[in-house]
């Protein structure tokens, strides 16, 4: 397996969200600016979650990246002691999975965990 692949792998998380992100209004100005040609491919789902975060963002992930909205519901929600995120991923995606690493990069893995994300997106603006 190439260095690229199991990086992608390690990503396809990451992906996910940043699409979450893209397609709920809470992606940064950088994605409209630097992103015109990734971002309609998004949209349309001809590249996967994990595709787009390699390839558009080179797997970084930064504040720009986001609105206000967006890193004020990530940084509550990804928060490694209080978040949810990581229950979340692996009760609806991991399951029998040897690790988290494991989920497949698919746009049904994606529609799989967004009901859960607009979920804990909805509590967290409810609580603000």
């Not at 940064?28 to 015109?36: N, P």
């Not at 206000?68 to 928060?79: H, I, L, S």
Request: glycine share 8%; hydrophobic share 30%; proline share 2%.
């Amino acid at each position: 397996m190439t260095f690229r692949r199991k990086l992608s792998k390690r990503l396809t998380g990451r992906g996910r969200c940043d699409t979450y992100w893209n397609v709920s209004g809470l992606g940064g100005d950088v994605h409209v600016t630097d992103f015109l040609d990734e971002i309609p491919k998004l949209r349309s789902r001809s590249i996967t979650p994990g595709k787009f975060f390699l390839d558009a963002c080179d797997g970084k992930f930064t504040d720009e990246d986001l609105n206000e909205e967006g890193n004020a519901f990530t940084q509550a929600y990804f928060d490694f002691d209080k978040g949810n995120y990581l229950n979340d991923y692996d009760a609806t995606l991991a399951g029998d999975l040897e690790s988290l690493y494991c989920v497949k990069d698919t746009w049904d893995n994606f529609d799989l965990l967004k009901p859960r994300l607009d979920q804990r997106f909805a509590e967290w603006k409810s609580k603000r």
